[in-house]
């Protein structure tokens, strides 16, 4: 199916809707760029797969209504600008050219609201809850220059108790799952073969009701008893 405005779909319909698994194909500068490979549900992204915007940011999740909603895996490229790129002083006086963030975690509604774990481009890691693109909730967030590590609650961003500490030997690597060999995101070889992407090394947690420590545990309820 070619469009008026020259993108093409293929894949499958039902009742003359884009419904099962298809291929969105973008058309700009004169030519076509896969912009969502994965399943639909009358003619909207529905169920897993891959998003790439013009800038080459990349989603790979579940989507429901054409939003990511579930759980998901996506590359952003950084701001230098945003305050979660920086690292408190620690790179002064050095150039920090923006890189990517990569986020794997829960989706509602297009926003990370869930737990989820963020692996900034600076190489600082936080695990810990979301809500609309916000740390919000119990969390920790390891400081890769400072080999330190903050532990607390945020409430939508903003650190609202927590105290300093410092790093665990490879803590962060544990966060990542780098220490597991990586079969790709929580996505089945199924999938991985119907959207036909190479298996990409996992984010997730390796043990994700581990995570949440008992000093985590500790420090919320700490803190919702200010």
Known sequence: MTYVNGDVYEGEWVENAREGHGTY?????????????????????EGFGVFHDELGQ??????????????????????????????DGSNAGRSNPPGVDVYEGDWVEDRMTGEGVMAYA????????????????????????????????????????????EALPNEAERILGREVSGNGFRG?????????????????LVAPREVETESRQERLRECEAR
């Open 25 to 45: 194909w973008k058309h700009e500068y004169g030519r076509h760029r896969a912009e969502y490979v994965g399943e639909w549900r009358r003619g909207k992204r």
């Open 58 to 87: 990349r989603f790979e999740g579940d989507w429901v209504r054409s939003k990511r909603h579930g759980r998901g895996r996506q590359t952003a490229i950084a701001n230098a600008e945003n305050r979660e790129y920086q690292t």
């Open 122 to 165: 600076n190489g600082d890691v936080f695990v810990g809850g979301w809500l609309d693109g916000e740390k919000h909730g119990a969390g920790t967030h390891l400081y890769a220059g400072k080999g330190r590590a903050y532990e607390g609650v945020w409430d939508r961003g903003t650190p609202r108790c927590g105290t300093y500490r």
């Open 188 to 204: 089945s070889a199924e999938r991985n073969a119907k959207t036909k992407m190479n298996p990409i090394p996992g984010l997730g």
